[in-house]
Structure formats: structure tokens, C-alpha cells
């Protein structure tokens, strides 16, 4: 058995049980002293760098677990950096994985204000609102999600948001949501509050400190060399904010922590006449403005759709950052005449003050969190794109908790600092992306359909530009182009064709994925999908089966040219990689893995890595283009362009090498990633241009169509395939996904059995089912796209986690996890959800999509047959037409 990176730690971990001085402490005083020193202890368990409210809450979370030997380094004061100012406000009206974060902030700042502390903590609620009946319906999928997991959001018309909010100018909004636990609270003062808790519990703070190198030992944090000298540690976090990623680069190897700050401005007035402390925060996302009550006036800010990146002269953020910041009124005026046309008592503001403080935005919007993966014990919590205050008492003890506890006791998947890869810390990269990723803070979120402009064709398939002059509109994944659909009607000429604007309702290219669909039904469809992950693993002997069978589920001491699908699982049961084995030779493996996984699940494979380093990992993913070739012709097609005789005899899940035109040594896989009968076909990229040209200029002949991702994603629903980080996720097992044939409990070990053998003689507590939409006009209604929440005789039972229409069934599908409805003091037998349960004829069940509920029927099986492949012999009556021509698809 090998012992992770977490076990490790466990065994090893030397705490100081000091207990904590925090709920003995005197809380009764209003005002924040925070001990602080110059001189530099000589050791500590944790080091911290930087001292704003995320690394604050770290700190205090942390000493209330009785960890007190900490020390939090910064080159300026405590609260001294971006947190010295923020808008204060606190949102939970946020897709579920953020609120439940923000949620304990709210709640661990309420705790502040008990115990004494003057934070300005007040619950006056916000108005969001919608001057679009796009935006309306972007408002009522959120409250769809939103209202049966615990938070209370409304819909209101114009005149019950003018009787909130009597200063608002209703005229042209169709809505708005009223969430009435929203609230404000002073970022400074918390900042301090938390400050002045963790140094009671034993947390040193050292002021005026730089950070020179951070020193590590076997890729582990050993210490930092700081200009007070040089303090060892166990762990260090990286705090540092908008110096992040600058303070990444100070160690060997380097840590990526890809972000960037944004000038971003706010608006404060003098006091206005009958403006009272409970007024609502508004949020005007058409107009890409919020605005908040502020000492009796207003302090109004934006998101701007073009933003400004800050520092763009100079090669590292200065530590008197402040005077660096203009007071750009050309930049700001088009937002500050939005909010006096939204809220006009603004207009008689007397000289209005113009602030401009920067805040770090990360690539795609979302906080980054979680131990490196270049360096072991070397934590992040930084980008909080634009609101530290929300954020940061969740944060602090969610890392909290994954440092003491050694890997997260919740999900936090989409803030995971594994998402990235070295393209996204590049700075030119940033500041292109950050100019737009602003504004996404107030876009429409159109699902599927609402791609990045900036910072795009870095990262492309050999085919990149032949599929572009064919149509392809592509979209971003971990950086790679991949084809989303084909416009069929682009002739090659002129600017490419781009995604049109965004729908709730049945999307405009939708006929092109017919088009694909069909191809893929009755002909050949071909898709690009090279930027799935591919690692090598071998070793000299025959220990990396040994040590596969250790992390796999399934077995995979398979024969030489055979292919397993296999979990690999943390010790609780849920899924830490969804992935293929090809066994090459003996000793060494290709492992095929999503997109999103190439950083992740590397570091997760390394973390389990014997010390005797007798397995090698490599990361090949750019060696091979990846295309499918699918359908029931399929077959033929590469039958005739490997000059293979008759019908190609190659059994489902094995491969064999084989020669495509003058290619050698093209990988042809019997599998698919959607369902369908045909073949991956894993080309040496040098190969790649001329293979591809291959298969469309004979497939022309067989009806061949390139496919695009879209609709590669809908046929694997219908499928029901279930996806990485949609259906699969740390808290998910197996046999709640319905993969139970992936998983062999007759092995002698694996990551995850024992938790897996307690579910199957217990019960799970959750399952995955297909349910299709039965009343639902395609041509009509809002889509389901995913989110949206599944009653069961009118009980929340369940969330969408993905959605597409069954070009088969004609009708849209999803997939959703179902529990049994929430009732107190129940036992877990109880809980235990089975296929009587979700089959019965007595339960009727319904999706709310953005406020209507459809009534939807629960499928556990894929309700269609497979299509098989047609076959090819010699007394074949196909021949190929002569053609003079080959069109553009």
C-alpha cells in the first residue's frame, strides 16, 4: 500500500495544542489593536504572507483550531495592502459553490459583531436588476437553484422595487430580485478585527518584511529568506494579493498563481438628503454599476466591460502602488451617468470623489485556493476579483481546514489552483485577459455560449487553422481551441465565423448540430479531440501494474493492446481522475484524461508515486491528434484508407497500430467519447494535416461531416455518460454515477474500496438519473442547460449537473443527482435512495427552468440501442462516386 501525500502529513505532523486564547478573549472592545514586530522568529509551523482579510481569516481560523505558531510576514502595515478599502458589500445571491462560502462569512462576521467588534455590519438586502428579458431570465434560473437550497430570493415588478428602494428610477427595468440577507460591512475593520483575534491566539505579525526567495527542499517548503532574515516553516501560504504572483516566482521551482490586478474605480458622494442606512445595495448589471448607502451619500462602483489592467509601464508592482493609480473620470464618466440616470439623486451630488483601488481578477473569474503542484505544504488563496470581503471568511477556513486536515473537507473544484497550466501565468496573457474578465462579473452567463475574445489562439491542434477555414467556431478549454460547432455556410472567405449572440432558448447554430448529428447517425462524423490529457506511465519492471492496481478501480492488468476505463479515487469513495489505460507494452501505460485534468491529475499521480521512483510519469499530451472517427460507416472508411482487407476485426476497448494513407504508426482505438459505434484515432502530430486530409477527401464518398464539441456533448448525455467535474467530483463515487462496471471489489486493494465496500452493503444516499424533459417545446421554451433543480412530488430532490437535447429522443435531457427529500433526525437507512425508489409509479417529477416547471420522466438506463457499424467485405456492393471537386464543409 503507498501512502499519500496526506497520510504522509498526518503521520508526520507535529502540532502545538496550544489551546486557543480566542473564546476567552476580551471581545467587548470596539477597537482593533493588532501586536506586530520587527524582528523575526527563527521558526514556524505556518508562514503567511501578507496580512489583508483572506490571510487574516486564514490566521484566526487556524489559532481557533490551536495552531498558534504562526507568523504573517508583510512589507507594509497589517490591512495595509488592497484591503485597506472595498465596496463592503455581501452577495449570496451566487451560484451554489460561492455561497455556501460567502454564507459563513456573513456568519462568522455576525460572530464579530457579537463578541463587540464595530465591523458596520448590517443585513439591508440588495436589489439585482434586469433591464433585459434575457437578464430576467439569467435572474429566474438563479432563483431557481438558488431558493430550494436554502436562501430566500424574490422576484419583484417595478413598483414593489421602487417601495424598496425609493431613490431607484424603475422606468426601464423589466425586474429585479430582492435578497434580503444580503448586506454591508467595513472591509478595514474586519480586516483588523481578525487581525487582532489571531495575534491573541498566539499569531505573530512582522511589518515591513520582504519576501526574498522561498527555500524548499525535495519540492517541499522548507523556509523563506526574508529581508529580516531567514525564519523555517512547514508550511507556507501565499496571501499575497495582487503581489501573488510575483511572490510565486521567488522559489525553485516556480509556483504559477496566474493573477493580475485591475484598476478599479468607485464613485463616493457627501451625504444626500433622506438616504438612510438601510437602503438596499443595488446591482445594475446591464450597467455594469452596484451602489451601496455610504455615510448618509452613496458609493457607487463598476465592472467595467472594457477594464484598465494596472502597473501595464513596469515589470514588478511597486510597494507604494497608490501613487501609480490615476483618477481616470474619461474612463469612469460613461458608468457614473448610467448610475445618476438609475439612481438621479445622484445628480445633485456636490462634487463627487472619484477613487481608483486596484483588485486582482484570476483568468476566468473564480478565486484560486489550494495547496501547488509544484511544491508540497505551498498553499494559495488569492483573486478575488474584485470583493476580498465576501470571500474571506469562508476562505480562511476552508484552508484552514485543508492545512490541519491535509486535503479539503469540501468541494472546491472550480476554485482549484490545479486548473491552470503555465500559459495562464504568463503576464502579457494576463493583462489581455484581465481587460475583459472585469466585465464578465455582470455578463449574461449564456451557457455554453459565451466564450473569451482575449488572450485567444495560444493554444492550438495542428488542424487549428484547415478546421477554422471549414467553419469551426471554436471554444477555450484549459487554454486549447477546440471546435464548438461548423458553420456550414463559411466558404473560406473573409473573417471566420464567430459565435452569434446568446440564447436561453434554442441556440442559433442549433441546425448546424443537427447537420453533425446526422452525419454521426448515418454516415462518418469526425471531431478534434486532441486536448484531452495523455500521460505515460511505465517503469524498468512490471511495478507500474502493481502500483495502477493500487489507484484504478478497475483491473488493469489487462493484455498488451487492451483498454480499461477506470476510477481513480480518494480514500472517501469520490473520484479523483475519470480515465482510459491503453497498455502499450508490459510495462507502460497511456493514460488518456479530460481536458481540465493535465495539471491536476499529474500532481495527483506524483503525490502517489513510490519513493524508490521506480514509476516515470510523462506528460505527452501534445505528441498525438486526437480525432474520432464515428459512425455506422465509419468502419469502411478506414478500412479503405489503411488498405486494411475486408472488415477491419478489431474488438471494442483494444487498439492496434495501423497506416492511414501515407501515415505510420497511427493509433486506432475501438472506442468513442460519445457513444457511438467507430474508432480514436491517435496520430503522431507531425502526421496530423495529412491524416486529416485523408479522411475527408475519401470520406467525402462515405458522407463525412466534421462534428464539433457541442454536439459531441449532447450525444454522450443521451448516452448518459456521465462527465469529469459535471457528474464526477471528489463527492461522488461510482456507484452513485452509475459506473459500476468500472469498479472490481474482488481486487486485493485500491484508493477508495473500503468506502466503496460500506456502500455496497449499506446503500448509497444519492444516485445519478437520465430525466427527459416530456412537455417542453425545443422550438419555443427556455432550455434546460444545467443548475436547475428536480422535485419529486414536489420536494427539491436534486440539481441538474448537465443538459443538451437528444437529437435521438427529439427531446431535451439532463442529468441529476436525486436524494430523498431533507427531514430532521433521520437515520441513514433512511437515506438510502434505490431504483424502487426513483422507478415508483407513484412519483411524479418536475425541473424548474428559470420559474416553469416541466414534468420530466426519470430514466436509470439509456432508453435506446446502441447503433452498430456497418461492415465491409469483399462482396461489398459499395463504390465510391469520382468526384472533381471537394467542397468546403
Same mark, same amino acid.
Given at each position: ?29 470596539? $477597537? ?56 463592503? +458589500? ?107 483575534? #489571531? ?10 518584511? $520582504? ?135 445622484? @445628480? ?11 483588485? +486582482? ?36 477556513? #476552508? ?24 500559459? $495562464? ?139 480499461? $476505463? ?51 510519469? #510523462? ?13 455506422? @460507416? ?90 469529469? #467535474? ?38 448509497? +444516499? ?95 438506463? +439509456? ?27
Amino acid at each position: 500500500m503507498f501512502l499519500t501525500r496526506w497520510q504522509k502529513r498526518l503521520y508526520s505532523k507535529k502540532l502545538s495544542c496550544v489551546s486557543s486564547s480566542l473564546t476567552n478573549c476580551d471581545c467587548t472592545r470596539t $477597537h482593533s489593536t493588532i501586536t506586530h514586530e520587527s524582528v523575526l522568529p527563527t521558526q514556524a509551523q505556518v508562514v503567511i504572507c501578507g496580512t489583508g482579510v483572506v490571510a487574516n481569516s486564514l490566521a484566526y481560523h487556524l489559532v481557533e483550531n490551536g495552531w498558534s505558531d504562526i507568523v504573517l510576514i508583510d512589507q507594509g502595515k497589517p490591512c495595509g495592502g488592497t484591503s485597506h478599502f472595498g465596496s463592503g +458589500t455581501l452577495s449570496l445571491f451566487k451560484p451554489i459553490a460561492e455561497r455556501n462560502i460567502i454564507m459563513y462569512s456573513i456568519k462568522l462576521y455576525r460572530q464579530l459583531e457579537a463578541k463587540g467588534y464595530d465591523i458596520g455590519l448590517r443585513q439591508c438586502g440588495s436589489l439585482n436588476l434586469a433591464q433585459t428579458k434575457d437578464r430576467m431570465i439569467a435572474l429566474k434560473r438563479r432563483i431557481a437553484y438558488n431558493s430550494p437550497t436554502g436562501l430566500h430570493c424574490e422576484m419583484l415588478g417595478k413598483n414593489e422595487l421602487k417601495r424598496l428602494h425609493p431613490f431607484l428610477n424603475t422606468d426601464d427595468l423589466e425586474g429585479g430580485v430582492w435578497v434580503p440577507e444580503d448586506g454591508v460591512a467595513n472591509p478595514q475593520a474586519i480586516c483588523k478585527s481578525l487581525a487582532k483575534l #489571531a495575534s491573541e491566539g498566539g499569531a505573530h505579525y512582522v511589518i515591513n518584511c $520582504h519576501i526574498n526567495k522561498v527555500v524548499t527542499e525535495e519540492n517541499r517548503i522548507k523556509g523563506v529568506h526574508t529581508s529580516r532574515g531567514f525564519i523555517n516553516c512547514e508550511y507556507f501560504v501565499n496571501c499575497a494579493g495582487m503581489w501573488a504572483r510575483e511572490v510565486g516566482n521567488l522559489c525553485s521551482p516556480k509556483v504559477r498563481v496566474p493573477v493580475y490586478p485591475a484598476e478599479h474605480f468607485y464613485v463616493t458622494t457627501s451625504p444626500l438628503p433622506g438616504i438612510g442606512v438601510d437602503l438596499p445595495c443595488i446591482r445594475d448589471f446591464d450597467s455594469h454599476i452596484y451602489a451601496r448607502e455610504y455615510n448618509s451619500g452613496f458609493l457607487v462602483g463598476g465592472f467595467e466591460k472594457i477594464a484598465k489592467p494596472a502597473f501595464l509601464n513596469m515589470k514588478i508592482i511597486p510597494p507604494d502602488w497608490k501613487k501609480d493609480m490615476p483618477i481616470d473620470w474619461k474612463h469612469f464618466m460613461p458608468y457614473w451617468e448610467k448610475a445618476m440616470s438609475r439612481i438621479p439623486i445622484l @445628480k445633485d451630488a456636490v462634487y463627487p470623489s472619484l477613487s481608483n483601488s486596484p483588485d +486582482t481578477f484570476t483568468p476566468n473569474g473564480k478565486w484560486i485556493l489550494g495547496e501547488t503542484p509544484e511544491i508540497d505544504n505551498y498553499f494559495v488563496a488569492v483573486g478575488m476579483n474584485g470583493n476580498p470581503l465576501q470571500g474571506a471568511g469562508g476562505i480562511g477556513k #476552508a484552508m484552514a481546514e485543508w492545512i490541519i486536515e491535509g486535503k479539503p473537507t469540501q468541494e472546491h473544484l472550480a476554485f482549484d489552483v490545479q486548473r491552470f497550466l503555465d500559459l $495562464h501565468n504568463n503576464r502579457m496573457y494576463l493583462q489581455e485577459r484581465t481587460k475583459e474578465i472585469v466585465g464578465r462579473n455582470y455578463a449574461i452567463p449564456y451557457p455554453h455560449q459565451n466564450e473569451y475574445n482575449n488572450a485567444r489562439k495560444l493554444r492550438c491542434s495542428p488542424l487549428f487553422s484547415v478546421l477554422e477555414k471549414r467553419g469551426a467556431v471554436f471554444g477555450t478549454r484549459m487554454g486549447y481551441e477546440r471546435p464548438l460547432y461548423f458553420d456550414t455556410t463559411y466558404n473560406g472567405k473573409g473573417p471566420p465565423p464567430g459565435m452569434p449572440p446568446g440564447t436561453f432558448y434554442k441556440p442559433k447554430f442549433f441546425d448546424f448540430m443537427l447537420e453533425e448529428y446526422y452525419a454521426c447517425r448515418e454516415s462518418v462524423g469526425i471531431i478534434d479531440m486532441s486536448s484531452f490529457s495523455k500521460m505515460q506511465i511505465q517503469s524498468q519492471c512490471n511495478g507500474v501494474v502493481e502500483w495502477l492496481q493500487c489507484l484504478c478501480t478497475n483491473d488493469v492488468n489487462i493484455p498488451v493492446g487492451g483498454i480499461v $476505463h477506470t476510477g481513480m479515487l480518494n480514500e472517501r469513495g469520490g473520484y479523483e481522475n475519470d480515465c482510459l489505460l491503453v497498455r502499450e507494452r508490459e510495462n507502460c501505460y497511456l493514460m488518456v484524461s479530460p481536458t481540465s485534468q493535465q495539471t491536476r491529475v499529474l500532481d495527483w499521480l506524483k503525490d502517489h508515486l513510490p519513493k524508490d521512483e521506480s514509476i516515470q510519469l #510523462a506528460d505527452i499530451t501534445s505528441m498525438y491528434t486526437v480525432v474520432n472517427v464515428i459512425g455506422p @460507416k465509419a468502419g469502411a472508411l478506414i478500412s479503405e484508407l489503411s488498405q486494411t482487407d475486408g472488415e477491419i476485426n478489431l474488438q471494442s476497448f483494444t487498439y492496434k497500430t495501423v497506416n492511414i494513407g501515407y501515415a505510420s504508426d497511427v493509433i486506432m482505438m475501438a472506442f468513442t467519447h460519445t457513444g457511438e459505434p467507430g474508432f480514436c484515432l491517435y496520430i503522431p502530430s507531425e502526421y496530423a494535416l495529412h491524416v486529416y486530409d485523408r479522411l475527408i477527401t475519401v470520406g467525402f464518398d462515405y458522407g463525412i461531416r466534421d462534428v464539433g464539441s457541442l454536439t459531441q456533448r449532447c450525444m454522450r448525455i443521451e448516452k448518459f455518460i456521465p462527465f469529469w #467535474a459535471e457528474e464526477l467530483t471528489r463527492d461522488t463515487t461510482p456507484f452513485e454515477a452509475g459506473c459500476n462496471h468500472v469498479v472490481k471489489l474482488d481486487k486485493e486493494y485500491f484508493n477508495g474500496k473500503f468506502a466503496l465496500q460500506r456502500q455496497k452493503d449499506q446503500g448509497i +444516499t444519492k444516485k445519478l438519473v437520465m430525466f427527459i424533459i416530456d412537455d417542453l417545446d425545443a422550438d419555443k421554451d427556455i432550455w434546460a442547460w444545467g443548475l436547475e433543480p428536480i422535485y419529486r412530488n414536489g420536494k427539491f430532490v436534486g440539481t441538474v449537473t448537465s443538459a443538451g437535447y437528444g437529437f435521438t429522443m427529439e427531446k431535451l435531457v439532463c442529468l441529476a443527482y436525486i436524494r430523498r427529500p431533507f427531514t430532521d433526525n433521520r437515520n441513514r437507512s433512511h437515506m438510502v435512495i434505490t431504483n424502487d425508489y426513483i422507478l415508483s409509479p407513484t412519483a411524479k417529477y418536475e425541473i424548474d427552468i428559470a420559474g416553469t416547471r416541466f414534468s420530466v420522466t426519470p430514466k436509470i438506463h +439509456t432508453p435506446y440501442v446502441n447503433l452498430t457499424m456497418q461492415k465491409v467485405s469483399d462482396e461489398s456492393h459499395y463504390v465510391p462516386k469520382v468526384i472533381s471537386q471537394i467542397p468546403s464543409n
